[in-house]
């Protein structure tokens, strides 16, 4: 299903792979689409353990002060408490898995 977060209004797609009923979550997978037109991208920090696996194209992916270069086949895992975002698209259109586990006592 997919579904408006915050970089929506920029021409990201997001897509919810996994859905559970009730208040609380476990994980939420999703896949994600951006492409170089919507050139704003926007940093998150929320609760949990984000997990990102590259399908194709390529980006520069900031975490805290660091820029991570992500192509395909790459993944990268980290606390999602520390400010996040993808930094630069390296083609036209990308595309990645982005998988948030949450501690299992957390409401959201």
């Known amino acids: 299903m ?3 977060r915050s970089g929506t209004r920029h ?10 009923k009730g208040r609380k979550k476990t994980l ?3 896949m994600i689409e951006m492409d170089k037109a919507g050139d704003v ?3 998150f920090r929320h609760e949990g353990t984000e997990f990102i696996y590259m399908l194709s194209g390529s980006m520069e992916y900031r ?3 660091t820029t ?3 192509e395909p086949g790459d993944a990268l895992t980290f606390s999602a408490h520390i400010e996040h975002g993808p930094q ?6 990308i595309k990645f898995l982005s998988i948030i586990f949450y501690d299992e006592n957390i409401d959201i």
């Open 88 to 93: 630069r698209l390296m083609n036209d259109r």
């Open 68 to 70: 991570y270069l992500l």
């Open 2 to 4: 997919e579904v408006v």
């Open 41 to 43: 991208y926007p940093r």
């Open 28 to 30: 939420e997978p999703f």
């Open 63 to 65: 975490f805290g002060e």
């Open 11 to 20: 021409g990201h797609t997001y897509r919810l792979l996994s859905y559970s």
